[in-house]
C-alpha cells in the first residue's frame, strides 16, 4: 500500500470515528471508540513467582514491553509521522475537515505533541534499553548490550524446540527448558534495564494528559 493509500485510509477513520471518542487523533486511528493504552496490562507475562532468582520486576518489564511497542509501532512503522503528515494536510488546506469535532482533535493533537518526547529522545531510551538505533545517550549512561544477544539466544531456543517438536513421536514431551530458561534471563536483563526514567518516560508518552 503506498503512503498516500495509507495516509487517505487513516485519515477516513479519523474523520468518520464517533463524537465521543478521546480528543487525540493518535489514540483513535483504526479505531471508533476510547482506547485508553494500560501498558501495566496489555501484556502476558510468566508468573514471577514460579521463575528462580526473586529478582524479576514485573513493573519494569512491562515498561519493557511498552518502550518496544512505541518503538516499533510508532517510529519504525511510521504511526508517529503517519499522525503528523495528517496535521501537516490540514494545516496546508489540502485536506478540507467539515467536522467541527474533528478540526478540535486536530488542534489538540497539535498542542499534546509538546507532551510527547522527541524522537531524538525516544531514540536515546530504546539505546539505554534494547542497545537498538542510533541514539545519543547522555553521560555516563549505561546501554543494554546483553539484550540482543539474550534475544538471539531465544529464537535459537524457539527454533531447536520447534525442530524437536515436529520430529518427536510424543512431541508433549519435548521439554521447553531451554526457552524458560533464556526467558527468564531476558526478564532478569529487562529488570535491570528498564530502570530509572525509563518508568516515567514510558506511560506518559504513551498516554500524555
Not at 21 to 46: A, G, M, W
Not at 198 to 209: A, E, L, Q
Request: charged share 20%; with cysteine; hydrophobic share 40%.
Amino acid at each position: 500500500m503506498s503512503t498516500e493509500a495509507i495516509l487517505w485510509h487513516t485519515l477516513s477513520e479519523v474523520l468518520g470515528s464517533s463524537s465521543d471518542v478521546s480528543r487525540d487523533p493518535v489514540k483513535n486511528v483504526y479505531y471508533n471508540e476510547v482506547n485508553d493504552f494500560d501498558h501495566v496490562n496489555s501484556f502476558q507475562f510468566l508468573d514471577p513467582l514460579n521463575l528462580p532468582g526473586g529478582t524479576i520486576n514485573v513493573v519494569n518489564i512491562q515498561n519493557a514491553a511498552s518502550l518496544y511497542a512505541i518503538m516499533i509501532l510508532g517510529d519504525e512503522m511510521g504511526i508517529f509521522r503517519v499522525a503528523d503528515s495528517i496535521l501537516k494536510y490540514v494545516t496546508m488546506g489540502r485536506v478540507d475537515v467539515e467536522s467541527t469535532t474533528t478540526a478540535t482533535r486536530l488542534y489538540n493533537y497539535m498542542q499534546l505533541r509538546d507532551n510527547r518526547t522527541s524522537f531524538d529522545e525516544r531514540s536515546m531510551w530504546y539505546k539505554q534499553v534494547f542497545d537498538i538505533g542510533n541514539g545519543n545517550t547522555v553521560s555516563d549512561m549505561v546501554t543494554n548490550e546483553n539484550f540482543l544477544p539474550l534475544w538471539e539466544n531465544m529464537m535459537g531456543e524457539v527454533i531447536k524446540y520447534i525442530d524437536k517438536y515436529e520430529s518427536a513421536d510424543d512431541p508433549l514431551r519435548v521439554s521447553k527448558s531451554g526457552i524458560q530458561q533464556v526467558i527468564t534471563d531476558l526478564q532478569h536483563n529487562l529488570s535491570r534495564a528498564a530502570s530509572g526514567m525509563v518508568k516515567i518516560f514510558v506511560p506518559r508518552d504513551v498516554c500524555p494528559s
